[in-house]
């Protein structure tokens, strides 16, 4: 069966019918209802955070995993009906940062390239790249994942080009002190 509808336009009940029955629906998709909880007009703010803690019930696995595919959402989602100051935003996306390397490491994922990662979103609307799958590391990518406790590979690059250069220049430097005595 197919739901036949858009998710941010159901009602409350059809929110619970559907995640209740979301085997029967070949077309249920979990971070689309998570993100109609936000985008619904229809709902009243009591019956978002209704309808995430029932969805968190069931979903509640894949809803973890949106901090590392959709960080947006989740925030979105666990911050729900909240009044946030800038100091408890910046505090809660840094626990999703290390909920995201915590699940990386748990995991045993090596690489990074997840959801909104994984895709070309400079922010202007003309450019033909938006939305198309970058490859981690490649020149596209405009947002990557990175945590502090990663090394930069720049600069590791940046000081052994240096130290080379001082390696090959040892002998001019040693003759431009021995000429100028």
Same mark, same amino acid.
């Given at each position: ?41 229809? !709902?009243?703010?009591? /019956? ?8 968190? +019930? ?6 973890? $995993? ?8 989740? $925030? *979105? ?5 909240? /009044? !946030?100051?800038?100091? *408890? @935003?910046?505090?809660? %996306?840094?626990?999703?940062?290390? +909920?995201?390397?915590?699940? !990386? ?33 490649? %020149? ?5 994942? %990175?945590? @502090?406790? /990663?090394? /930069? ?23 431009? @002190?021995?000429? +100028?005595?």
């Amino acid at each position: 069966m197919k739901i036949g509808k858009k998710f941010n336009q159901l009602s409350k009940s059809e929110y619970f019918h559907f995640i209740d029955n979301h085997k029967k629906y070949t077309d249920f998709n979990t971070l689309g209802m998570y993100r109609s909880i936000c985008e619904n007009d229809k !709902l009243k703010l009591d /019956d978002r955070m209704e309808i995430r803690d029932y969805a968190n +019930n069931t979903f509640g696995k894949s809803f973890n $995993f949106y901090q590392l595919k959709d960080p947006k959402t989740y $925030f *979105d989602l666990t911050t729900l009906g909240m /009044d !946030l100051t800038q100091a *408890d @935003e910046r505090q809660i %996306w840094n626990n999703i940062r290390v +909920n995201q390397q915590k699940i !990386l490491s748990d995991k045993k994922i090596k690489h990074r390239n997840f959801g909104e990662y994984s895709k070309h979103n400079c922010g202007y609307s003309d450019c033909p790249y938006n939305g198309l799958m970058t490859k981690q590391g490649s %020149w596209l990518t405009e947002s990557h994942m %990175w945590f @502090e406790s /990663d090394k /930069d590979e720049y600069a590791a690059k940046d000081k052994s080009e240096r130290i080379k250069k001082q390696r090959k220049n040892k002998h001019r430097i040693i003759r431009d @002190e021995l000429d +100028n005595e």
